[in-house]
């Protein structure tokens, strides 16, 4: 039987679906900085550029995405469409055209946001039962969801809390291989390899956890995988396999075949950030902070830490009030300019 859990901790939602302790689905849902995937905008076209297919735009909040369009467009003029990338790898929001709204608008506005990551996974797994571990939260969820949540003590016991961190590592055992993972803003390198002596068949092997663990991460874009202990000139024989572990990836990625040096081409689409980019941002660190502090009941009034860590907390209110909420007392803010990105303390 599948489940849905979503362990709640000050400015978001840690979600997995989970069957027979396979984990099937992981991700994260940030209420106060939510990615915006599929969100629906009248956004204002700013530069028109035919060359790349599109115009620039500004959103509601002076935030700035790419029109994706062929349709002739005039700058200043406001336009309606929905998100179909998040923000990620350095890179803006990416859009499309989308219908009228039903009404008029005169400036750019956030017309409706998108589903969330837990109503996304909900839909997908549509007779999981949702397990919640806050009820305030519960409560702030889709009606159409009410009939399936029930609340918990915990969402995550330490197994789940262990698998999804290991989520966040650069180095997966596939059993008889081991992938070291290299995401770079413009493609992700996967590498092969092996204790042992790997061959054609532990290549083969490695293809269904590896194609797992692209689809929990949720790595996406161009992906290249360097296979071990096969000749380059036998490597294209390896790709129909590669083909048949990822057919039941929701997003549908494209096997491309073999570059000409030996590398497995994989293009996925981008929809909403990778696992690996937000578990480390400032804004994933900080909230990772947050939660330590009261796992551990540390004492203190005082959080101390570097210039990124406090931009990211101070930018997301929602997540300090719930913080404060759940520990009862108050916390007080310090930049330390000297210290490391990711140093922190409490006094």
Excluded at 10 to 26: K, Q, S
Excluded at 261 to 277: A, M, Q, W
Aim: hydrophobic fraction near 40%; proline fraction near 8%.
């Amino acid at each position: 039987m599948i489940e849905i859990r979503a362990a709640c901790s000050p400015g978001e939602l840690r979600i997995a679906a989970i069957e027979n302790d396979t984990f099937l689905y992981a991700g994260l849902w940030r209420l106060g900085q939510p990615d915006g995937f599929d969100d629906w905008h009248i956004v204002r076209i700013q530069t028109i550029a035919p060359a790349l297919g599109g115009a620039f735009v500004t959103l509601f909040n002076g935030q700035s995405g790419f029109l994706s369009s062929r349709k002739l467009m005039t700058e200043g003029a406001l336009v309606s469409a929905r998100v179909t990338r998040s923000a990620q790898n350095g890179k803006g929001l990416r859009l499309r055209p989308a219908e009228d709204p039903p009404s008029s608008f005169h400036e750019p506005a956030l017309i409706q946001h998108g589903m969330s990551p837990l109503e996304e996974v909900a839909n997908r797994f549509q007779d999981a039962t949702i397990f919640v571990d806050d009820a305030a939260i519960a409560a702030r969820l889709p009606l159409h969801l009410r009939p399936r949540i029930k609340t918990c003590l915990n969402a995550f016991d330490s197994t789940i809390e262990t698998e999804f961190d290991e989520l966040g590592s650069n180095t997966v055992d596939l059993g008889l291989m081991t992938a070291s993972i290299f995401p770079t803003p413009a493609l992700v390198a996967i590498d092969l390899d092996s204790h042992k002596n790997p061959d054609f068949k532990s290549n083969v092997s490695s293809f269904a956890p590896l194609s797992r663990q692209i689809a929990l991460r949720n790595l996406s874009g161009t992906l290249l995988i360097d296979p071990a202990g096969v000749k380059t000139r036998k490597r294209s024989a390896l790709v129909s396999f590669l083909q048949d572990a990822m057919k039941d990836d929701p997003l549908k990625p494209n096997v491309l075949g073999v570059t000409p040096s030996g590398l497995l081409e994989i293009t996925r689409p981008r929809k909403r950030p990778p696992l690996h980019e937000l578990l480390t941002s400032p804004h994933g660190q900080a909230l990772n902070i947050l939660r330590h502090i009261l796992r551990e009941n540390r004492s203190g009034t005082k959080l101390t830490a570097s210039i990124p860590l406090i931009t990211a907390l101070e930018n997301d209110p929602l997540a300090l009030k719930d913080f404060i909420s759940r520990r009862a007392s108050p916390i007080e803010l310090a930049i330390n300019p000297n210290a490391a990105p990711t140093e922190w303390r409490l006094s």
